[in-house]
Nanobody, 122 residues
Framework: VQLQASGGGLVQAGGSLRLSCVVSGRTFSSYGMGWFRQAPGKERMFVAAISRSGGNTDYTDSVKGRFTISRDNAKNTVYLQMDNLKPEDTAVYYC????????????????WGQGTQVTVSS
């Protein structure tokens, strides 16, 4: 299973970005998907997760109401729409796949993408 994340970049505070993660290798719909982020000098943290069918989602409190996770099983892709970005959202963002229906802990994810840098300027 391979995950390829893209869509990061530099944006001003209040702006938006959409991250994408394409999954190849096995049936995409058999994986719960998640996004995590890691800021410099900090641990990798959970951001959002979506169930295999897309019917259930979960978010860390700091992004609720600003970020939206979604998936298109026909395109083997999971998205993270990020609106009203803040400087504290600056991090490398990773997508991950789990054989569980859905998960919020990084240890539950078996497969990881390479990460995409998001930088939010004030």
């Amino acid at each position: 299973v391979q995950l390829q994340a893209s869509g990061g970049g530099l944006v001003q505070a209040g702006g938006s970005l959409r991250l994408s993660c394409v999954v190849s290798g096995r049936t995409f719909s058999s994986y719960g998907m998640g996004w995590f982020r890691q800021a410099p000098g900090k641990e990798r943290m959970f951001v959002a997760a979506i169930s295999r069918s897309g019917g259930n989602t979960d978010y860390t409190d700091s992004v609720k109401g600003r970020f939206t996770i979604s998936r298109d099983n026909a395109k083997n892709t999971v998205y993270l729409q990020m609106d009203n970005l803040k400087p504290e959202d600056t991090a490398v963002y990773y997508c991950a796949a789990t054989t569980r229906v859905v998960a919020v802990f990084s240890r539950s994810y078996e497969y990881w993408g390479q990460g995409t840098q998001v930088t939010v300027s004030s």
